[in-house]
């Protein structure tokens, strides 16, 4: 895959968490979101990735130097004036790129939004688990973790670096009774793999912590923002999962999880 050679490289991106403590590096913002989190969300989406998922519809988010700053207070004032709309599920979600490289700065966001009483989620590929990452699980309400594979060498394939992470921090999150929800994009011919989903199952099926898993069907609409970032996009024989295929996998994981969703 071709990078852009200004982009820094992964073991490069912890560099975002100590710059200016007091501004987040953002993608975009979406008010009144339903897809991220309980309820009616503003969704935050963060800069900087260091995964390369072949499917990835926003690879314009892993630039961790990319994006634009907002200011944690900038983004707590959005956050009080659309409360009224929160009603009482919803809150704040950050999403990305992936959130926990700008871990510290999130634990402040999400400090704040609970003095205000407000609801926060984090949606993370889980690619870090230290004591950072822990104190900011620890002050969100709910963890949206994507698992991109049960697999390793596949999900090597599909995202570029490993899933051992992933299961680490899935362990610390249920260490903690707080909940959890994972999140799994079904590519067919990549992650439909029936064995793998049933070890993904066996794997996670005693999580008291997983409220449900949602299943998040491949689509193409990210394509042209690989063209746009001359980049070549892998995926482009791969069509979206039939119904037959999506009622396949949502079968499997009903064998293992209280409730599955097609999102
Ligand atoms: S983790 Fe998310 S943002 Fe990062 S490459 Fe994968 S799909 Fe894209």
Redesign the pocket.
Known sequence: MHIPDNWLLPQDAALLDIEDPDQLRIHSIESFGTHDGPGIRLVIFAQG?????L?????D??DVKGGHYKSINELVEMAVHQKPYFGTKGGVTVS???PTLQRTKLLQLFKQLHYYGINTALDS?GRLLNDEVKALLDETDYLLL?V?HFNDEWHHKL?GLSNSSVFKVAEYRESTGKPMWLRY?LVPGYSDQEEYLHQLGQHFANYKSIEKIEIQPYHLLGVHKWEALAMTYQLDNVQPPSKDCLAKVANIFSQYFKTVKVN
């Open positions: 990735c260091q995964f390369r998922c499917y990835c519809a926003n690879p988010t892993w990305g790129g992936e590929n994507d991109k995202t994009v």
